[in-house]
């Protein structure tokens, strides 16, 4: 019989940066899905739908994942369902192939309802965190995502 190699993996991941940071995105994700649940969207789509809104006029993909720090296949994946809901409208093809996008009348109604929620959330997470902590953290979260 032949001998198994035993992969030396760490006996506590809780010192692992990864680990931690992914732990806690994914417990703010649930509480800011859950603060956005009667608006009918998750955390991810406000994101996006709000990224869109500040821009005048149409986003080009590749612009609005470099602003999300995302790459263009999850953001495409991430704007059907917005699509299909009709929040966000897909443009045809432009200059050097690129599409945009814009938030549709329904859109910008579905992100006004839900913006109110989101502070709330907003504001839950950062009295959780303190205003100084919230603060320095911000800076050390941008650190680690360099410039966008």
Wanted: proline share 4%; net charge positive; hydrophobic share 45%.
């Amino acid at each position: 019989m032949a001998k198994t190699d035993h992969i030396s993996a760490p006996d506590n991941m809780q010192g692992c940066a990864c680990f931690n940071l992914r732990a806690a995105a994914r417990a703010l994700t649930r509480a800011y899905d859950k603060a956005l649940r009667p608006v009918g969207l998750k955390v991810t789509q406000f994101t996006i739908l709000a990224a869109i809104s500040r821009v005048d006029l149409a986003v080009s993909i590749g612009t609005l994942a470099k602003t999300l720090s995302m790459d263009r296949t999850t953001l495409t994946r991430n704007l059907r369902p917005l699509e299909k809901q009709g929040l966000v409208e897909i443009l045809p093809e432009g200059y050097r192939r690129a599409r945009g996008m814009v938030l549709t009348g329904k859109g910008r109604k579905a992100l006004e309802r839900a913006i109110p929620l989101w502070r709330q959330a907003q504001t839950a997470t950062v009295n959780r965190i303190g205003d100084d902590r919230w603060a320095a953290f911000r800076q050390e979260m941008a650190a680690l995502v360099g410039p966008v």
